[in-house]
């Protein structure tokens, strides 16, 4: 009896653990969504998405596969220097698939993707592992150069904002005066140097140290590649097309399609940084973000919940299919073989 007792308890905790992650992200991200649509009529809401061009919308969903099409071509570059050559239909279809996977689980979808290639195309999990890694650094800077230019097309504007919110203006500008900030940064930076100075013999701290030795050959490979210009047009491929599926949408609704490029960068880039957030596909973060972004510019409430609402739900159904689709290809093209 108490062996079995030993067995199915940390079974009942995985389960515990798996439910924790599944249920949580989620939960959160319907409480997000319920606040948000919760003082408003969803008949209101309906009129307005009623009245939305759908013909758009279906058209801007063609630049978000072929984004995800583009980064199947980036990550073979990733992968290719350092002795691997998986297929690219592969790669696309487990990039399309992972995507869907996010939505079950957050950020589930980047391991995932890195298993079904190890398994397919028979390349270490780990070296995989390090190029993900490596595409997400290269989507993180990405974004911040977007965030960047955004907030240099809108300087004028942002600077009128703060000028009628003195308040927020003071509060940022207490945090950057703030002792306290920098004392985090710096105990963090000394924390981070003594546990690996002088506990480099513990377990946890030798395979972070194996990992990141191993990344930084491979990152060493990777840039000795002949391909770095293509790295580049195909990252901004990648961002182009994704800037595209955003942005066409704004045309589907008579109160954003004049709101011009400017606006729409904003928007773009604030929903890119929500997207970093851990949720099931965007879920809640992505809609405030936009939401954000869409009352700077004076769109109320009611028109810029229905646009946040609307377009997450088409590009989310959409995502869910390709990745099916793509799940559905690897499992055919494994059953062939």
């Known amino acids: ?3 079995t007792q ?28 319920y606040y948000l649509i ?34 199947g071509y980036r990550w073979s570059l990733f992968i290719t220097p350092l002795g691997y050559s998986p ?6 279809y487990a990039i399309y698939g992972g995507y869907a996977v996010n939505f079950a689980l957050p950020r589930a979808g980047e391991i995932w993707r890195c298993g079904i290639i190890a398994k397919e195309d028979k390349v270490p999990f780990t070296k995989l592992f390090g190029t993900m890694i490596l595409d997400r650094i290269f989507d ?28 927020t203006f003071d509060t940022i500008i207490a945090i ?28 946890i701290v030798r ?4 990992f990141l030795s191993g990344m930084a050959k491979d990152m060493k490979a990777i840039w000795q590649m002949k391909t770095k210009g293509r790295l580049f047009l195909y ?27 400017t606006a729409g960068l904003i928007a773009f880039a604030l929903s890119s940084i929500s997207m970093g957030v851990p949720s099931n596909g965007g879920l809640g973060p992505w809609q405030i973000a936009v939401i954000a972004s869409l009352s700077l510019y004076g769109v109320d409430k009611l028109h810029a919940t229905a646009f946040a609402t609307g377009v997450f739900a088409v590009q989310s159904i959409w995502v869910i299919l390709c990745g099916l689709f793509g799940i559905a290809m690897l499992a055919l093209k494994r059953k062939k073989e």
């Open 207 to 210: 395979k972070i140290k194996g």
């Open 235 to 261: 990252t901004i491929g990648i961002w182009g097309s994704y800037f595209c599926y955003f942005y066409i949408t704004f045309f589907a609704f008579d109160f954003t399609d004049d709101l011009g490029i």
């Open 87 to 92: 297929k690219i239909s592969n790669l696309n």
């Open 38 to 71: 919760s003082k408003i009529d969803p008949k209101e809401l309906w009129e307005v998405l009623k009245d939305a061009n759908w013909g758009i919308l279906l058209f801007s969903l063609l630049f978000g596969l072929l984004g995800n099409t583009i980064r």
């Open 1 to 3: 009896m108490e062996e």
């Open 6 to 33: 030993e067995v199915a308890t940390p079974k009942k905790s995985s389960l515990i653990n798996n439910l924790i992650k599944v249920v949580l992200p989620l939960a959160l991200g319907i409480a997000i969504v």
């Open 176 to 203: 950057l005066k703030s002792p306290l900030l920098y004392f985090a940064i710096g105990t963090a930076i000394v924390t981070t140097y003594i546990v690996f100075k002088y506990f480099k013999e513990n377990f």
């Open 140 to 167: 993180t800077i990405t974004v911040a150069a977007i965030s960047l230019i955004a907030f240099l097309c809108n300087m004028q504007f942002f600077m009128s904002q703060l000028e009628q919110n003195q308040g």
